[in-house]
């Protein structure tokens, strides 16, 4: 039942009650907001608007190559179009966004058919979702029009309740740390990006015999051949000190993590400078 529906409900049964105590203020910790985003090549199906607070994002990939969802905050007075052209002019290093743009996660990458989420706190203001993953020419989906904007509403939300993770992923300059073993079953996992640059996780059901580095010479080398993972999740690029989370169910096996972002200071992909690692899961 929709939120609105529930509060009416309550207010008009304690009228008919003849309650005379004073109604309950509403949840301070309200669940989070739940949207659905539908990824095609090259376009976002989406909600216009948002309210402000904990939004997790659902993505749909169905599209035949893989898609995330990546959000950005836009500076005041900043469009979409703005974002298009900021992003030509920094040609030399492509998934590198505008400086005026806050990294505020989202769904990473997914594969055809598949599905995924990110739950991250989204304050007031307006926003974009861009898809960076390069199809096989070698240009971003982002570049193809993949991107749409997003406008968040509201008040602006202080400390608001956020899911409960049961694995923390901490990510460092150039350095991912995993609060525990991970073991088979469904998982929240909380994404701390502590390095002094922006991060994504990407997190890869690796394929019989390979390894994450495996992983990171497959994409380097322009994805040619078969791919060496299985599944893909995780969380888009968010911004040094910043965080958020995303849950999914792992069965046994040999998984990795990597970020792909570029390097504030050379350009170069985060995992060309060791951003990786393998992990099994039992």
Known sequence: MPRRLTLATSALAATLLGCSKKAPPPPANPTPVVVRVVATDFAFSAPDTIPAGVVTMWVVNQGKEPHQAVILRLAPGKTAAD??????????????????????????????GDSGNATQVLQPGTYVLACF??????????????L???????APVAAPKEPDADVVVTLTDYAFALS????????????????AQHHELVLVGLAPGKKIKDVSAWAEGGMKGPPPMTRIMGVGGIDAGSHASFSGTLSAGNYGLICFLPDV???????VHGMMLDFTVQ
Do not use: C, Q, Y
């Open 265 to 271: 200071k050379d350009g170069k992909s985060h995992d």
């Open 148 to 154: 749409r904007t997003i406008v968040v509403t509201g």
């Open 133 to 146: 993953v390069p199809s096989r020419d070698g240009i971003p989906h982002v570049m193809k029009g993949m």
């Open 180 to 195: 525990k073993p991970v073991t088979a079953g469904a998982h929240t996992f909380r994404v701390d990006n502590n390095g």
């Open 83 to 112: 974002f298009a052209s900021g992003l030509a002019a920094m040609a030399k290093t492509p998934g590198t966004p505008p400086p005026w743009t806050a990294e505020a996660g989202g769904p990473n990458a997914e594969l055809p």
